[in-house]
């Protein structure tokens, strides 16, 4: 049942893009279709924060104090833990973004120093290995 009420809403979802794009092809001018997108992606919003909404009102519990400093203890570690390996992945993409360029460029010019032009490159890469190792030694503490 769950199917059915998923793919009738994005049929009813889809249905203006269809009728606009059938529009658009036989050369009918569409003058009220981007008015018409819009109301449909504003009535769609609200229907999935109502469908998220609405059943959470039946499970909702007073918390333990203790299981709330606990809580926000981990929680706050998974945030550490994701961020130093994302910082640090996004730090090496850089650095070997850069390393990598000038590296091709070396080694067009000449072709013996590919060793060396790729321990740069390595070294930008290592970057991102120690935030995982970070990573793991703070979800090991929790």
């Given at each position: 049942m769950f199917y059915v009420i998923a793919l009738a809403l994005v049929a009813v979802i889809m249905a203006p893009l269809f009728v606009t794009y059938h529009n658009m092809k036989q050369g009918k001018k569409t003058p009220h279709a981007k008015r018409a997108i819009l109301f449909n992606l504003?009535?769609?919003?609200?229907?999935?924060?109502?469908?998220?909404?609405?059943?959470l009102g039946g499970y909702v519990h007073a918390a333990d104090a203790n299981n709330a400093a606990s809580g926000l203890a981990t929680g706050l570690g998974y945030?550490?833990?994701?961020?130093?390996?994302?910082?640090?992945?996004?730090?090496?993409?850089?650095?070997?973004?850069?390393?990598a360029a000038a590296a091709i460029g070396a080694v067009t010019e000449?072709?013996?120093?590919?060793?060396?032009?790729?321990?740069?490159?390595?070294?930008?890469?290592?970057?991102?290995?120690?935030?995982?190792?970070?990573?793991?030694?703070?979800?090991?503490?929790l």
């Open positions: 504003a009535a769609f919003a609200v229907v999935c924060l109502t469908a998220i909404v609405l059943p945030l550490g833990a994701g961020l130093s390996t994302g910082l640090a992945c996004i730090g090496a993409g850089v650095g070997v973004g850069h390393g000449d072709p013996k120093v590919f060793g060396r032009a790729m321990i740069f490159v390595v070294l930008g890469e290592g970057i991102a290995i120690y935030g995982l190792i970070i990573s793991f030694m703070i979800v090991g503490r």
